[in-house]
C-alpha cells in the first residue's frame, strides 16, 4: 500500500491497482503480527483479524460515542462494586496499557460487579453496536450488555473457550472474536427506538451465568471499549476525552478489475 493506493500483486499490472483511496481521517488495524496499530489518513488498511491473507478496509464512517474507550480509571466510568488498577499486562495493541478489574471484596454476592457507563445518550433511533476487548482473570465469564434503553439484555461470553454461552433475545447478534494476549473482543448489536439514554455494562459472572462473591479475588482484564451507529461492531476507534469519528473508505479503480 502507499498514500492513496492499494497495490494489487497479480497481475502485476496498474490494472489490478486499486486507486484514488480515500479516508479523511486515521484509522486502525489488526497488523500481521496480530496488534492493533494506527493507520494515517489515506493510506489502505490491510486487515489481518482471524489470521490469513488481509482484507481491505472499507467501512462507512463510524463515531465511538464513549469518550474514554482505554481510561477506565476516569470518573466517566462508573466502577460498580469493584476496583481497577493500571497493570504491565499487554493489551491488544501490544503496549502495557491494560485494566485489571477486582471485585471491592464487600463480601456478599452480585450480579452487578464491573463496568458501567451510566446516561450514554445515543443520538438517533436506530441500530447500534457496543463492543469491548476483555480477557480472563481468574473470572472466566462475562456478561455485557446494555440498560435503560428501548430495550435491556445481557449476553454471556466465555473468555477461556471463546464462545457466547447465551445471547440476550434483545441483542440482534453476538459476537466473541479472538486477539492478542489471550484477548476477545465481545461485540453485541441492539434496536434502540425510543428512549436513548441509558447504561453501557461489563460484569462479571460465574461460570453459571450468575452472582460472584465479592471476595476480592475475582478479576477481569479489560480495553477499548466502543459504542457506535452500526449494525455491527467496526473497527476500533481510540478516544481520550471526547467522541472520535473515523471517516468514510472509499476507493475508484481506473484499472479493468477483471
Known sequence: VNTGKAYGVLPNSANADFASFVSDTDGTR?????????????VPRLDYTGG??????????????IEYS???????????????TSTNNVSPDGTNNTTLLTDDNSGGTSTGVG?????????SAGTYAFSIFAKKGTVKVVKFGHAGYSTEGYTYFNLETGVVVSKAATHETATIEEHENGFYKIAIT???????????????ASDAGGAITKDGTNTLYTYGAQAEKLPYASSYIPTNGST???????????????
Open 52 to 65: 490469513g491473507c488481509p482484507s481491505l478496509l472499507l467501512e462507512p464512517e463510524a463515531t465511538n460515542l
Open 70 to 84: 482505554e481510561d477506565f480509571s476516569n470518573d466517566y466510568w462508573s466502577k460498580s462494586e469493584s476496583v481497577i
Open 115 to 123: 463496568l458501567k457507563k451510566f446516561a450514554l445518550t445515543l443520538p
Open 30 to 42: 489488526v497488523d500481521e503480527n496480530g496488534l492493533i496499530v494506527d493507520v494515517e489518513a489515506n
Open 244 to 258: 472520535v469519528t473515523r471517516s468514510e473508505d472509499s476507493s475508484g479503480n481506473t484499472g479493468d478489475l477483471s
Open 190 to 204: 441492539f434496536e434502540d427506538t425510543v428512549d436513548l439514554t441509558g447504561s453501557f455494562n461489563l460484569l462479571m
